[in-house]
């Protein structure tokens, strides 16, 4: 995963998660000018930081639907294994947890402009996908009018082979800029499987600590997946390095590749007041076991 930075070695594991969890590590991202120049192409394209935030251990940004309302509270989108309890088990989903967990806000130019609080984790998992959804004590028109910051928009479709892209960490403050390669019909890490992740051509280098990052689309500006994990070492469905695998059960492993994970699919899920409603229409998230599938 791309680590989530947990501070240990587990957390320095993750930074893949974007590979199972993304985990940063402590000091600066390995490699500067790369990053430096994923900056400079991502800011030509107009993709900034304004909307992201800095979790204790990962990346994520201020997200809402197109049918969000500006009174509604607004959501953190990251990654299931950025939790602050940890990596969740395959087929554990988490709904309407308490929390009080804090974000920094950032703006434009990656300067912290806020700390936010979360009232509740409404929905995580590591199942099929890699998210979570924190729901916050203040609304997205609050934000607006405080800070000066929009949330940023989560896509209600598939994303796109080819298109131009930007992984944005606020964990870092630090940008990286590729195009979508294609998609992995099974991502397999560990003991977690991921549906249809996103698979980025080489030049995203994702480190730890940008796991839960937003993945924005250069054509619509909005968030098309969120940043999870990479295959590290060239090993075989192992922590950190996740593997391929197709319809027929073959299996590649493509060292140094990094993934996201597709986020259309919590549109249909997100109802009024920023609540997750799993039985919703065209909401085919993961369920609580007791809930069914």
Known sequence: MNKALAGGLLALTLVGFGSAPSVAAPGAPASSQAAGQASSQAAAKGVDFAGTVALSNCSGSVVRVPQSKPDDPAL??????????????AGEVIVDQPSTRTFKLLDAK???????????????TMTDTDISLYQLTTSYADIKKKYGIKALEIEDDHPVKKRAITVVSGYWKETYTCKIDGFVYRLKEGEWTWKDSVRYTPECQTIGGTSGSPVIDHKTGKVTAVNNTGNEDGERCTLNNPCEVDRHGNVTVRKGINYAQQTYGIV??????????????????????????
Not at 76 to 89: D, I, M, W
């Open 268 to 293: 249909p899920c997100v109802t009024h007041d920023s609540k997750i409603d799993l039985t919703r229409k065209g909401c085919k998230l993961p369920r609580p076991a007791a809930a069914g599938r």
């Open 110 to 124: 990656g300067a912290e402009k806020a700390t936010l609080t979360a009232s509740k984790i409404s929905y995580a």
């Open 76 to 89: 953190v989108l990251s990654n299931g294994h950025c939790l602050e309890s940890g990596f969740p088990a």
